[in-house]
């Protein structure tokens, strides 16, 4: 049995010889076998049979009661005497693999009390639980996505073009082009301190939600890596598309609580070491308040371009190599190489306009142009680089990244 059989035929063959409940559940919380002859007393136990996992109401309970840092810290067979979450004693035992939390069992104390002689049965059951929790560990772990290093290695930057290989990146099937949104979650809230169990059950519900993303655990972090369809082959726009995915992780947020962090859009695999620093930068700033004047509530799902002008100002000096990766794509950068290609000299007109604070009659004035001209040539070169002079901190952020331009990017 030890060799072929499962966990649910090793707790049927101990149930009358424990005598009480029994659960057993995995990293991401899913019921794997339980003492189908012997029914549990609490609501805990119950919810966990009825749905063959513990729901996001349960795993409520266990931050409430702060069960995720007590497992964390719990050695061995241990006794709790005043459960939390039932009128009975129980017995937990977790299984940890090199560390990390894998399986869980937990023996409540509703049939039969707890005694020495019963503890001693536990122990040699859990003993011989040990033999399939090994078995499964080992068949897991070789079992992971694919995608798992390349992605790790595209996101750390170790993996760049000139030590890439192609058929790397086509077995994870990333493409070196493509429209990439990179999202990354902390569950609780954004200060990665989670206990690697709610970290696995919410890895095991993002893949649930997500399953035809890239996710990770990368580091204290969840990564989440959206990859676009290709232009021409019928799917939605790459700004449809992120905005799709928000809505859905909000949605997500919503259930299962947690932080996120969102990247711009990046077109390169190589790009994606930025699009994650942009993400976790965007992480940091969702659970606190922006050290600027906010527009509106912080959104569930905090996109990077939300608090960029937040970066410029306070992030930058930490990271100069995101500072200049996003100055070099910025509206700014964009506008000022056209102009050189054009001999136009649209970024002129804009920086005159938003010196002025908009008032279209001093700028004109100033630029020598007819006021209506000014106004038709910046409603042009809004719709052309997207920009959004309504919103105060796009015009702050877009007269910083002109400074440091002017400045030869110094802070």
Same mark, same amino acid.
């Given at each position: ?5 499962s966990y649910q035929h090793l707790i049927d063959c101990s149930e009358d010889i424990l005598g009480n409940f029994i659960s057993l559940t995995d990293l991401s919380f899913r019921l794997l076998g339980w003492t189908r002859g012997i029914m549990p007393d609490d609501e805990v136990s119950r919810r966990l049979v009825e749905k063959g ?5 349960? $795993? ?8 995720? /840092?007590?497992? @964390? &810290?719990? =050695? +061995?067979?241990? %006794? !709790? ?44 059951? $859990? ?8 078995? /499964?560990?080992? @068949? &897991?772990? =070789? +079992?992971?996505? %694919? !995608? ?264």
């Amino acid at each position: 049995m030890l060799q072929n059989g499962s966990y649910q035929h090793l707790i049927d063959c101990s149930e009358d010889i424990l005598g009480n409940f029994i659960s057993l559940t995995d990293l991401s919380f899913r019921l794997l076998g339980w003492t189908r002859g012997i029914m549990p007393d609490d609501e805990v136990s119950r919810r966990l049979v009825e749905k063959g996992y513990h729901d996001a109401e349960t $795993i409520e309970v266990f931050r409430e009661h702060r069960l995720f /840092d007590i497992w @964390e &810290r719990q =050695g +061995g067979l241990t %006794v !709790y005497e005043e459960s939390l979450t039932a009128q009975t004693e129980s017995a937990s035992y977790i299984f940890r693999m090199q560390g990390t939390y894998f399986v869980h069992v937990i023996m409540r104390f509703n049939r039969r009390a707890r005694t020495a002689a019963l503890m001693d049965t536990f122990d040699i059951f $859990i003993a011989h639980l040990e033999t399939l929790v090994r078995r /499964d560990w080992r @068949e &897991r772990r =070789g +079992g992971g996505p %694919v !995608y798992t290093r390349t992605l790790a290695g595209l996101l750390s930057g170790k993996l760049t073009e000139s030590t890439a290989i192609g058929e790397e990146l086509a077995v994870a099937g990333i493409r070196r082009e493509a429209s990439f949104t990179v999202l990354v979650f902390s569950p609780g809230d954004s200060s990665g301190r989670a206990a690697a169990s709610e970290r696995h059950y919410f890895m095991s519900r993002l893949e649930g939600e997500f399953p035809d993303e890239k996710i990770i655990e990368y580091g204290s972090t969840l990564v989440l890596v959206h990859q676009g369809v290709p232009t021409g082959d019928g799917g939605a726009s790459p700004g449809e598309a992120r905005a799709d995915l928000l809505s859905r992780t909000s949605l997500f947020l919503n259930l299962h609580r947690g932080a996120c962090g969102c990247s711009d859009i990046v077109d390169s695999a190589f790009d994606l070491r930025f699009a994650y620093q942009q993400a976790c930068f965007a992480l940091s700033r969702s659970a606190v308040p922006p050290r600027m004047p906010a527009e509106g509530a912080v959104p569930l799902v905090l996109p990077f371009d939300a608090c960029y002008l937040d970066f410029l100002l306070f992030g930058r000096e930490e990271n100069r190599d995101l500072d200049l990766f996003c100055r070099m794509r910025g509206p700014v950068a964009r506008i000022a190489r056209d102009d050189e290609a054009e001999g136009s000299g649209n970024l002129e007109v804009i920086v005159t306009y938003l010196s002025y604070e908009r008032r279209a009659t001093q700028a004109a004035k100033a630029l020598y142009l007819h006021r209506n001209s000014l106004l038709y040539r910046i409603d042009a070169l809004q719709r052309r680089y997207e920009l959004d002079l309504d919103s105060c901190a796009f015009r702050q952020a877009f007269l910083i990244e002109y400074d440091l331009m002017v400045r030869g990017g110094r802070g």
